[in-house]
């Protein structure tokens, strides 16, 4: 994951390769990806599943703070926060973009969005990865993987026609491993919830196990 970090991740273009040269000039044939020019989709540029996993990975690693900076250059919102960013990405703000092209003269740019694939994963890497709820049947288990700058995160979970109040608080500067779960004022031994379609509302209080 290192040599992803140093060789992959562009931080000044917004984008992750999903490897580095692309295929060109070489005689080796890798099959249709080599059909793209350089630089394009999988021949180089942002294969943004690709992008995505490798994003999950460093959440899943303990490496929060990165991963929410890779969500960053992902997040299809900040690459078109000035008219001369907008011009370069080309392509709609709102929606997740399947590529994001990787060479000159086309870096920045985004490509085949309405893409259903990495906007499925994207919403996975969300929830279930940074914002850490993670459903199981009728069990919803909480943890959370936020920047080390965050102090408090509050979420409403619908469970059929019942609503679960989630709040997580912890401190400035730490990125705890583990969370003491509160529901309804009773204190819980186990890093989930059962939910329960009682058409009540209901109050979880998380709380870093080391605050």
Request: proline residues 7%; neutral net charge.
């Amino acid at each position: 994951m290192s040599a992803v970090q140093e060789r992959l991740v562009r931080p000044k273009d917004k984008l992750i390769q999903l490897f580095d040269p692309p295929f060109d000039r070489s005689a080796l044939n890798p099959g249709y990806i080599k059909g793209y020019i350089p630089g394009v989709r999988e021949n180089g540029g942002q294969y943004t599943h690709g992008a995505i996993w490798t994003t999950m990975a460093f959440a899943l690693m303990g490496e929060h703070d990165r991963a929410w900076e890779l969500f960053t250059l992902l997040n299809p919102i900040n690459h078109t926060s000035t008219p001369e960013q907008a011009a370069i990405y080309k392509v709609e703000p709102y929606v997740v973009a399947a590529d994001v092209y990787g060479a000159a003269p086309h870096i920045g740019r985004g490509g085949w969005t309405w893409y259903t694939g990495s906007a499925g994963w994207m919403y996975r890497l969300i929830i279930e990865n940074l914002l850490g709820l993670q459903r199981e049947g009728e069990r919803l288990h909480l943890a959370p993987r936020l920047p080390t700058a965050w102090t408090v995160l509050k979420i409403t979970y619908r469970f059929r026609e019942t609503h679960y109040h989630i709040t997580f608080s912890k401190p400035e500067g730490s990125s705890p491993s583990s969370w003491q779960i509160v529901l309804d004022g009773q204190p819980l031994e186990t890093p989930f919830i059962h939910l329960n379609d009682d058409h009540r509302n209901h109050a979880v209080e998380c709380k870093s196990a080391a605050s």
